[in-house]
């Protein structure tokens, strides 16, 4: 369930704040009062299977869609959305639950579904960065960013936009309009906090920022956080954000290790593209590194890492990449042999071979690393 868009500042208890249009800030108790009450309302009545695998909650009624149907029957499964590849890296799109075993921490678990899910309903969140360090690969991604979401977005998919620098904003919010994203994406400028368009150190602000400590300058990891945990969190099903970026992260709250784990609890799979002008890194202290961050948060959720640099063929091929990925998925179902609903992570192994032809290979999967096993009586934020 989605709460309309109220045109105002959230915050959530890490101190950490979504921008929005600008509005009517009396509004804010207001908006969190009903807030509240949905989400309380929202996780007594309908669990996602997406939040926590143990719930004491009844089933909710069927739907008429059987892939989300079969994913909210039993509230206690587990849901591993996840790609499978050969060893040339072409995707494998016909498999069944022969094919496939999952582990959870070392032990072997029993699929109750698994299917293919090329139509179930996409939640997508870009997150684009508009640092110093992009000014020269904007227009690529605006280009070939607006281009992918006009393929992407089915009828019933829906799409929000943020953008991060000193700052993070949400530029456009859930949305099937890939005209709306677009248009967002198109007014997306360069803010290094001396204005915008002013350039900078790649990553780092140069002008002077309310912030105590070190300077802001790329929000990366505080991007990721808000995504995760502002908008995707409550959401079921297939969900994944995609990041365009260097990678680099200046002054965010947040660390690498707790942009990971919103987006683990929130079961999203995270794309990261990583576009940068690297000649602007040289001579800059420590050089460029954003490629580690970046691909340790697509490996973790299931998703993968592209290195386009300033290549605008390249970003195209990344998107329709990601493109044929995510409309040939596979979701996984089970009930964890370990029922104890204790907060702790949970490692997650999915193993899957193909048998063409009489000959079995083994094959690669994408998936997410693991989960948080969060008690039903707690937010899992």
Do not use: W
């Amino acid at each position: 369930m989605r709460l309309p868009v109220m045109h105002c500042k959230m915050r959530h208890p890490a101190g950490l704040s979504l921008k929005t249009p600008s509005g009517s800030l009396g509004l804010l108790a207001l908006v969190f009062l009903l807030a509240g009450l949905v989400n309380s309302l929202h996780a007594q009545l309908a669990p996602s299977p997406d939040a926590s695998p143990v719930s004491n909650a009844p089933p909710p009624k069927a739907e008429e869609d059987e892939s989300v149907t079969t994913l909210k029957v039993d509230v206690n499964l587990v849901s591993l959305y996840f790609t499978v590849k050969d060893k040339s890296g072409m995707l494998i799109p016909h498999l069944s639950k022969d094919n496939c075993s999952v582990e959870e921490d070392k032990t072997p678990q029993k699929l109750k579904n698994f299917q293919a899910e090329t139509n179930q309903p996409l939640t997508l969140g870009i997150l684009l960065d508009t640092s110093g360090s992009q000014q020269y690969v904007l227009p690529l991604e605006q280009q070939f960013g607006s281009q992918f979401l006009k393929r992407v977005l089915k009828t019933k998919d829906e799409a929000f936009l943020i953008s991060f620098d000193v700052d993070v904003d949400l530029l456009q919010d859930y949305t099937n309009s890939a005209h709306l994203l677009e248009k967002a994406m198109n007014k997306a400028e360069i803010n290094t906090a001396a204005g915008n368009g002013a350039a900078g150190v790649p990553g780092i602000g140069t002008g002077p920022v309310p912030v105590h400590g070190t300077p802001k300058g790329t929000l990366l990891y505080d991007a990721v956080y808000l995504a995760s945990n502002e908008k995707l969190s409550k959401e079921t099903g297939r969900k994944a954000i995609i990041i365009l970026s260097d990678g680099e992260d200046q002054g965010s709250r947040q660390k690498l290790a707790g942009a990971v784990e919103a987006a683990q609890k929130a079961n999203v799979i995270i794309y990261g593209i990583l576009i940068a002008d690297r000649s602007q890194y040289f001579g800059t202290i420590g050089g460029y590194s954003g490629d580690f961050a970046m691909d340790k948060m697509a490996k973790e959720t299931g998703g993968r890492l592209i290195n386009v640099g300033n290549n605008g063929k390249k970003l195209e091929a990344a998107f329709q990449q990601i493109e044929d990925e995510l409309r040939t998925q596979y979701v996984a179902s089970y009930t964890p042999t370990n029922a104890k609903a204790d907060g702790t992570y949970r490692k997650i192994a999915v193993a899957c071979k193909s048998s063409d032809a009489g000959k079995e290979e083994d094959l690669k999967v994408q998936v997410r690393k693991g989960y948080y096993a969060m008690p039903p009586d707690r937010d899992d934020k």
